[in-house]
């Protein structure tokens, strides 16, 4: 690991400008065009400039918002423990318990609303002792700036840029999604789902131990996406190394990732491959899954081809 603490340094300049926002307007042309500015306005995509190096104070918990963005932990492997959050429960967060210690790793942050939920649910454990963010896309880093009034955000290097900027906005091609998608998207990107940028406080390569596992990379869908795998009972967290989901949430096989999300869709392909060679027992992906059952191996060749 390689600890970032000039991180605070290296930011202090641009902290000045904190606060002032950066907006993006994706392509609402005919939102816009039918009279519909306000509506386009809306939509737009701003984001601070710069995380915040300060931790926040901490997450203020009120039950009946909990219960409505995420769903009671589920057991999905030996101590991995899976929140599904979300207005339809898409969005995977988990708890992976410290081998010999107490506490766990977040793996993924999910939507922004779901801080609360995975606080509450850590303390079970006895807290959180880092969060890992599979890549630094909106929906995956969602609730990490309120999670680091508790622990340090941790992801790769390559993911850094993402987290701590516009995760993800800078390479997606928008426009390739259907309207629907788009407007759906657009909106969900920036009220719901992402919590804004988050300072990376270290980083994490293949080969390095979290929790009893080892990290992977599964570069592709995103820069410096990784997973983690516990070779002694085959289980992995993969974040967006593929789908279970399509644009509008509904459930399907294990997929690349749309075009329009993805850095580099033929690396996402090897990165599924690469996968499918572990021989993986449980997959626990970033949306739906988990993907389970005698044919794991075969699902994967499958969406790798
Ligand atoms: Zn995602």
Wanted: charged residues 20%; aromatic residues 6%.
């Amino acid at each position: 690991m390689q600890q970032r603490q000039d991180a605070g340094a290296r930011l202090r300049p641009s902290v000045e400008s904190h606060g002032k926002r950066r907006s993006t307007v994706l392509a609402f042309d005919g939102v816009r065009g039918s009279g519909g500015w306000q509506f386009g306005e809306a939509l737009a995509m701003s984001f601070p400039s710069a995380p915040s190096v300060a931790r926040p104070a901490g997450v203020r918990s009120r039950p009946r918002l909990r219960r409505l963005s995420s769903a009671a932990p589920e057991r999905v492997a030996d101590g991995v423990w899976l929140l599904r959050g979300g207005l339809v429960r898409t969005m995977n967060v988990y708890l992976v318990e410290e081998p010999g210690g107490s506490g766990v790793t977040v793996y993924d942050a999910g939507e922004k609303g779901m801080a609360a939920a995975i606080v509450v649910a850590a303390r079970g454990f006895g807290g959180i002792t880092r969060v890992v963010l599979g890549h630094g896309d909106t929906d995956h880093r969602g609730a990490a700036p309120a999670l680091r009034a508790y622990a340090d955000v941790l992801c790769h290097p390559d993911a850094v840029a993402q987290a701590e900027g516009s995760g993800g906005r800078d390479y997606w091609r928008m426009n390739d999604l259907p309207l629907d998608v788009r407007l759906l998207h657009g909106f969900s990107h920036r009220f719901v789902w992402d919590g804004g940028p988050v300072h990376i406080d270290d980083t994490v390569e293949e080969g390095d131990a979290i929790a009893g596992f080892e990290v992977i990379d599964l570069p592709g869908h995103a820069p410096g996406l990784i997973g983690l795998w516990r070779a002694r009972d085959r289980v992995a967290l993969v974040s967006d190394c593929f789908y279970m989901t399509d644009m509008h949430g509904r459930r399907q096989p294990p997929a690349v990732p749309l075009d329009a999300y993805n850095l580099d869709t033929a690396q996402a392909k090897r990165s599924i491959g690469k996968l499918a060679s572990l021989e993986p027992a449980i997959v626990l992906p970033g949306h739906r899954g988990p993907l389970t059952g005698p044919d794991v191996v075969a699902q994967l060749e499958a969406a790798a081809a």
